[in-house]
Each structure stands twice: as C-alpha cells, then as structure tokens.
C-alpha cells in the first residue's frame, strides 16, 4: 500500500504516551498538543511512501541516541509550554 506521511509525528505521539505523564507540565490536551507542535517543529520530518519505508524508519527507534533527542527535546518543550500555557 502506498501513502506519504511524516514518520516522524507517529514517533512523537509514540513517545508522548509513554512519557508524558511523567513531566511536569499541565496534562491538558491544549498544552499536550503545544508540547507536541513544538516538539515537531524541532525534528527532523521522515516522509515515507510504503509500509517498508515505515520499517526503516522504525529501527530509529531503537538506536538510543534518539530516545535523548526525543527527550532533550520534549523536555525543552514542556518548559516554554509551562511559562506561556494556552489553556
């Protein structure tokens, strides 16, 4: 089956269900959301075409370094959600 999408939202919506819950940060869906636009404003997107191109892209999850990104950046974004919240 082919289709485009960014690999890269589903990883962060992955991610955000495991750890979201644990950060200091308001648990409302608006500052959710924030946390997430502004998490995907600060990775690099990763388009694919074919359910094959999603498995490679799946192994990035995998390689610790990018559990670090994915939290380094989550957390930088939890804190300007936490000075500015929207709700």
């Known amino acids: 089956m082919k289709y485009l999408r960014n690999y890269t939202e589903e990883s962060v919506k992955i991610f955000m ?42 192994l990035d999850e995998f390689d610790p370094q990018n559990k670090i990104d994915f939290m380094t950046i989550m957390s930088q974004a939890c804190e300007m959600v936490k000075k500015s919240p929207r709700h």
Do not use: F, S
């Not at 924030?34 to 490679?56: E, F, H, Q, S």
């Open 17 to 58: 269900d495991k750890w979201y819950q644990e950060a200091d940060v308001c648990q409302c869906e608006t500052c959710r959301l924030d946390v997430m636009a502004l998490m995907m404003n600060n990775l690099k997107p990763k388009y694919v075409v074919t359910d094959t191109g999603a498995l490679y892209a799946q």
